[in-house]
């Protein structure tokens, strides 16, 4: 069963910003850390960006730390994820869902991944 949403994704030129959103389920949100992850074509999908139940913690990947942020709203158990400076090399499907804080990966508890949203960066 999905328990994620995202949206927000689009068509974009570099150096622009796109801000995502992840709508999860209350489980989720009241209970697990929650991720962003990306997926290229022809390439695994990878960890992008963190944030604890509490928010008090978040943890980006290398490769987007001080372009991206993440946030979330817990009046409306949404998760954020704010993409500044963007890269060609950003170019992916980007997903959200609870994350395995050790793994940098998808909750053992789930199985399921949403739509995701697509992000487009044009040099």
């Known amino acids: 069963q999905v328990q994620v949403a995202e949206s927000g994704g689009g068509l974009v030129q570099a150096g622009g910003s796109l801000r995502l959103s992840c709508a999860a389920s209350e489980r989720i949100f009241n209970n697990y850390a929650i991720g962003w992850f990306r997926q290229a074509p022809g390439s695994e999908r990878e960890f992008v960006a963190y944030v604890t139940w509490s928010g008090a913690n978040t943890f980006y990947a290398h490769a987007v730390k001080g372009r991206f942020t993440i946030s979330r709203d817990n009046a409306k158990n949404t998760v954020y994820l704010q993409m500044n400076s963007l890269k060609p090399e950003d170019t992916a499907v980007y997903y959200c869902?609870?994350?395995?804080?050790?793994?940098?990966?998808?909750?053992?508890?789930?199985?399921?991944w949403g739509q995701g949203t697509q992000v487009t960066v044009t040099s």
């Open positions: 869902n609870a994350i395995n804080l050790s793994t940098r990966r998808l909750h053992d508890e789930f199985q399921y």
